[in-house]
């Protein structure tokens, strides 16, 4: 028959056990402290952002001015013109649609875009600028040498 030695340490799985519960409880209690702080703080406002709407323009934008940079404006306008649906707000749609009239040589399609720009984004710096060159533009390509 066996006897009972109690004198033998404990084993160590009930130290792992022991462990693990006093870890258990103290994360516990850090995230309740944690919740209740943040429960009781005030929320600060965010500021608006729409993450589609934006991923979508950054898109359009992206394949617009590469077809532009390759020249290739007939596609950049197609893409300039959906980022304008997209987000009449973003004014380089009017700019890049416009830059791309203007290589085609369309230089009455690139004033209108530019007009179009205005009316939705009145007083813009970067649409006046863009009228401002396109102005000069059709001023010298209308005089007669």
Known sequence: MKRLNLNRPVKSNAKKILVATI??????????????ILIK??????????????????????????????????K??????????HDPTNPRGYTGAAESYAVL??????????RQGLAVLPENAEITKAMSTLEAMMHLSFEEP
């Open 76 to 85: 950049a306008l197609v893409y300039f013109g959906a980022l304008i649906e």
């Open 105 to 114: 040589g369309e230089l009455r399609e690139a004033e209108n875009t530019l």
């Open 41 to 74: 703080m005030p929320s600060s406002p965010l500021p608006e952002f729409d993450y589609e709407t934006e991923v979508k323009s950054a898109e359009l934008l992206d394949l617009a001015e590469g077809y532009l940079l390759d020249l290739d404006c007939a």
């Open 23 to 36: 870890a258990y409880v103290v994360f516990l209690a850090i995230s309740v402290t944690i919740t209740i």
